[in-house]
């Protein structure tokens, strides 16, 4: 863990903390839960629920303030994981124009135990959604309905690592949450679904370029950095598309951004 153990409420830290906190709970999300309870709680949460429900899955943790909901993101050994990434029929949303079918039925089979929770429990805490690849995907849809619902207390923000489109233009443009998107360059499955099918990326984009230095970038530039990453790449004997999506490589290069550090351009 780069993260120390919350001494306050979440909203007191800036960006750059949050960033790293919320990588390594949709980090911890991957664990089994007896891991996960030990690491959450040198992190400050004094609650930790696990929700698995046909083979969707989330933790809620949670401590006096804050409430944190951060969704499992795809593993390559669950059938069910890669059917709902394979499954890109756009379908109607909870809420306006369309999303992607294999993402939203993963979170229509958790959504009624997390919105329950969320109306119960976090009534007088600060609401966060954080997620890594298909959990991504997942807590930017629970994220939606949760700012469009009544009965839902207003979620502060949401940060994402390696998401894959989840909605049309529409859709995306409908949300009001403040939302930091994270890319590591060359990470594949940004990339999808395709854009030729009306998928759209949704927040802020927050950039790691190829070196893993956060970087504000027109399309041009991108373009010749996802050159240079792959070129970078091949010479560690890598394939860049896969390892720029690895949780561990996120982690690394926001804990160096946090301290205030850059790592070295060659």
Known sequence: MHTKKLK????????????????????????????AIKEAKKLGFTTVEYYNIGGAQ????????DFVIACRGTEPTQ???????????????????????????????????????????????????CGH??????????????????????????????????GFRKYVRSEPITHYRWQN????????????????HDGERMYLNAWG????MSGWQRLKDKWRGLWLGI???????????????YISYISTWAEGKENPQK
């Not at 809620?60 to 303030?65: E, S």
């Not at 059917?83 to 909870?94: F, Q, V």
């Not at 995907?137 to 390696?162: F, K, N, Q, W």
């Not at 230095?213 to 504000?216: E, G, I, L, P, T």
Request: proline fraction near 4%; charged fraction near 25%; charge should be neutral.
């Open 58 to 65: 989330a933790y809620r943790f949670m401590n006096k303030v």
């Open 213 to 216: 230095n956060v970087r504000k």
């Open 8 to 35: 306050g409420p979440i909203a007191d830290l800036d960006v750059k903390h949050k960033s790293l906190l919320f990588a390594e709970l949709a980090a911890l999300a991957y664990n089994e839960k007896a891991e």
């Open 235 to 249: 010479k560690k004997g890598q394939i860049d598309s896969f390892s720029d999506h690895s949780m561990t490589n």
């Open 133 to 166: 690849s298909l959990g991504a995907a997942m807590a930017t849809i629970v994220a939606s309905r949760c700012t469009g619902s009544a009965e839902c207390p207003d979620p502060a923000e949401l940060y994402t690592y390696g998401s894959p489109r989840v």
């Open 185 to 200: 360059n060359n990470d594949i499955v940004t990339r999808v679904p395709m854009a030729l099918m009306g998928y759209r």
């Open 79 to 129: 059938f069910n994981d890669i059917k709902a990434d394979l499954n890109a029929i756009p379908t109607k949303s909870e809420t306006v124009s369309y999303v992607h079918s294999g993402f939203k039925e993963e979170v229509d089979k958790i959504w009624p135990r997390l919105v329950d929770d969320i109306i119960r429990e976090a009534d007088t805490r600060t609401v966060w959604f």
